[in-house]
């Protein structure tokens, strides 16, 4: 999880007697735990996404739902013990920093450490004012924080949120790497970053390392000028969420035919209904329909007509979300 590098500047730090921020923004142990013999892979009962697992609890948790259940001895499905864990989280990383540095202090900042009252503060201020070596945290460590000794910033993955399927994920790593390189070198000392990615060459990451945001925007408002992303258009998603599938494919059908009636090429780009990229959320499914254009008084129109026809969709709700903040 540490590359030799990293681990060679952290080596430095604690020498120095200076503080280090380790950033990997998933929490857990393990990102899913499967049997190695038939390929069994634990998932969520409510939602179509594998468990995490969480070793101090020694439990596997939904992170969408909430279900969580005790951790698999053997297979359900062939009654195997060869049970194995992959993916990485903050509980494993800070495993691993202790295996590696057996004599120094670490404090974690996630979810799982802050949900009493006052204790994002709590942790903050011990790592602050305790001189812990080596604060471990997801997004939370990233914003805003100064503190006064910390030399060392750690990337453990970029890529987690370079590769998610949203067309912002190269905007949202560069604003994150740049953040979370400025937790160090806040006062005299400089401060050292070090990315690891398995994408070195993006320019999310290059222009990141350089600090470089007009760089960083020229390329990404290029990309999306070809690609027809906002700001050069907008992007509306039709949500189609309900308990019965097949009545969601039926009225998602009959509202992609009616906005292929309603919206011709020059007003807009409509695309397939499709599953959302998670398909089951909270025993419901999930699908959408995506419509790249411009919002005005006649896109709307098309969009309210085409929900002729849905009017006995009992099961399903429908909904609109225009330049959704996530998608």
Not at 222 to 227: E, N
Not at 303 to 315: D, L, R, V, Y
Request: glycine fraction near 6%; include cysteine; charged fraction near 25%.
């Amino acid at each position: 999880m540490l590359s030799n590098r990293l681990k060679d500047e952290i080596e430095e730090n604690l020498k120095k007697k200076k503080q280090t921020i380790l950033f990997l923004n998933r929490r857990g142990y393990s990102s899913f735990v499967i049997c190695r013999d038939c390929g069994y892979t634990a998932k969520c009962k409510n939602c179509n996404i594998t468990l995490t697992y969480h070793k101090f609890e020694n439990k596997l948790k939904c992170h969408y739902c909430g279900f969580e259940m005790s951790n698999l001895q053997f297979c359900p499905e062939c009654n195997s013990k060869n049970i194995k864990y992959f993916g990485t989280g903050t509980q494993k990383l800070e495993d691993e920093v202790h295996k590696m540095f057996p004599n120094c202090s670490t404090i974690r900042m996630d979810i799982d450490t802050v949900t009493a009252k006052n204790s994002h503060e709590t942790i903050l201020n011990q790592f602050k004012n305790e001189n812990i070596d080596i604060l471990i945290g997801t997004q939370m460590v990233v914003k805003g924080h100064h503190f006064p000794n910390v030399t060392l910033v750690g990337v453990i993955s970029a890529d987690s949120s370079l590769n998610i399927e949203d067309y912002r994920a190269t905007e949202r790593t560069f604003q994150t790497l740049v953040q979370v390189a400025g937790r160090a070198g806040r006062e005299k000392e400089k401060g050292r970053v070090i990315i690891q990615t398995y994408n070195p060459d993006s320019y999310a990451v290059l222009d990141s390392k350089e600090q470089n945001y007009d760089k960083f925007y020229d390329t990404e408002i290029g990309l999306r000028k070809v690609l027809k992303y906002p700001p050069f258009c907008d992007i509306i998603l039709i949500k189609f969420a309900g308990t019965d599938l097949d009545e969601i494919v039926k009225y998602s059908n009959i509202f992609y035919r009616n906005l292929q009636k309603y919206i011709n090429g020059s007003n807009g780009m409509v695309f397939k209904p499709v599953p959302a990229p998670i398909d089951k959320i909270k025993n419901k499914f999930r699908w959408r329909i995506i419509i790249k254009g411009k919002v005005n008084s006649s896109m709307l129109k098309a969009i309210n007509m085409s929900f002729q026809g849905t009017e006995n969709a009992k099961k399903t709700s429908i909904t609109v979300d225009i330049n959704p903040n996530n998608t």
